[in-house]
């Protein structure tokens, strides 16, 4: 079973805290991507990476950074948290495609409910 | 940039009965996947359903259908004989499918699909 791990479930901080959240998949995908979900909004895009040490930014990596210095591991970092970044946060890995083919989907993990206090 | 649109918050349907949820996407790519999400409340995202752009052929998994109008860019569900299980928020999700550059996972703005007993 493909498995993507992210590290806490809640998770509650301080304003002003700098805050890891780490994800982890078993499937050796190269890609790998950060969504926020907020109602109303769906799933936005933090940042993702199609290699090690590669990354891209997505629709909103402002206060945002990430890492990726192996291939199974996907951190995203809140340099400073805000109270604005309290949401639930979800970490997904996919394949990355060659023109078509199987295996297109992306999978997720349970997701990080973060609370910034 | 490639955007979705789910334009109905909340949709609810009696049990048996069928539902479809709508979604509409932009994008000036010629190759690329959508799929249908469904998240419970255990938060877990689970792939329903996903349709390549070069297929004519609506996908089908049991009860879960698709219609796919490549030309109005418009990607529907329809689940019938409605379970219990189904209730959850249902997103609509494009992949690209370009070799070089990035590859990115954009979703919609959710549908919380709520079935009466």
């Known amino acids: 079973d493909v498995k993507v791990t992210q590290s806490s479930r809640y998770l509650v901080k301080r304003t002003g805290e700098k805050v890891f959240l780490e994800c982890v998949q078993d499937m050796d995908h190269e890609n790998m991507f950060w969504y926020r979900q907020d109602p109303g909004l769906g799933l936005r895009l933090i940042y993702f990476?199609?290699?090690?040490?590669?990354?891209e930014k997505g629709d909103i990596p402002e206060g945002y950074s990430v890492s990726r210095e192996k291939k199974e591991r996907f951190s995203l970092i809140l340099e400073s948290a805000s109270t604005n970044q309290t949401s639930m946060y979800l970490c997904?890995?996919?394949?990355?495609?060659?023109?078509?083919?199987?295996?297109?989907?992306?999978?997720f993990g349970q997701g990080t409910r973060l609370t910034v206090v | 940039a490639q955007t979705v649109t789910q334009s109905q918050p909340e949709m609810s349907v009696q049990e048996a009965e069928t539902v479809t949820l709508s979604c509409t996407y932009d994008?000036?790519?010629?190759?690329?996947?959508l799929f249908w999400y469904k998240q419970p409340p255990s938060r877990q995202m689970i792939l329903v359903i996903r349709q390549e752009a070069y297929k004519q052929q609506n996908a089908t998994e049991n009860r879960f259908s698709v219609n796919f109008q490549k030309a109005a860019k418009s990607f529907s569900l329809k689940i019938s004989d409605s379970q219990l299980g189904d209730a959850a928020m249902y997103f609509c999700a494009y992949r690209s499918d370009i070799i070089q550059g990035a590859q990115k996972l954009v979703f919609g703005q959710g549908t919380r699909l709520t079935i009466n007993p």
């Open positions: 997904a890995s996919s394949f990355r495609l060659q023109g078509g083919g199987m295996n297109t989907e992306a999978f």
């Open positions: 990476s199609y290699d090690v040490k590669m990354k």
């Open positions: 994008t000036s790519e010629s190759d690329y996947y």
